[in-house]
Nanobody, 124 residues
Framework: QVQLMESGGGLVQAGGSLRLSCAASGRTFGNYGMGWFRQGPGKEREFVATTSRSGTSTYYADSAKGRFTISRDNAKNTVDLLMNSLKPEDTAVYYC?????????????????WGQGTQVPVSS
């Protein structure tokens, strides 16, 4: 089992940047694929980005490509999401999640462990 805790959220203006971090504790962090998801007001939870166990492979939602970067540090048990050129439509609660699968899934139900989420309001 792995416990996840996000940090770094907060109010940001459109066009700004924010780095979210997710700290993991518990069993070996490198055994988990990691993902970031978000849930906007009145919306379903949606995929943002995922990284493989080693961090050498990444995959992004179309909405995140070119603006967001996911990275992990297995020595520090952390996975970050750097978000640039933020838009009001990026406003959401952002969650990190862990999966034991080697497949880089984009659907929430494939991730077994979740953090509590961190809010990111983007003002226009």
């Amino acid at each position: 089992q792995v416990q996840l805790m996000e940090s770094g959220g907060g109010l940001v203006q459109a066009g700004g940047s924010l780095r979210l971090s997710c700290a993991a504790s518990g069993r070996t962090f490198g055994n988990y694929g990691m993902g970031w998801f978000r849930q906007g007001p009145g919306k379903e939870r949606e995929f943002v980005a995922t990284t493989s166990r080693s961090g050498t492979s990444t995959y992004y939602a179309d909405s995140a490509k070119g603006r967001f970067t996911i990275s992990r540090d297995n020595a520090k048990n952390t996975v970050d999401l750097l978000m640039n050129s933020l838009k009001p439509e990026d406003t959401a609660v952002y969650y990190c999640a862990a999966t034991t699968s080697v497949v880089m899934y984009t659907t929430p139900h494939q991730y077994r462990y979740w953090g509590q989420g961190t809010q990111v309001p983007v003002s226009s």
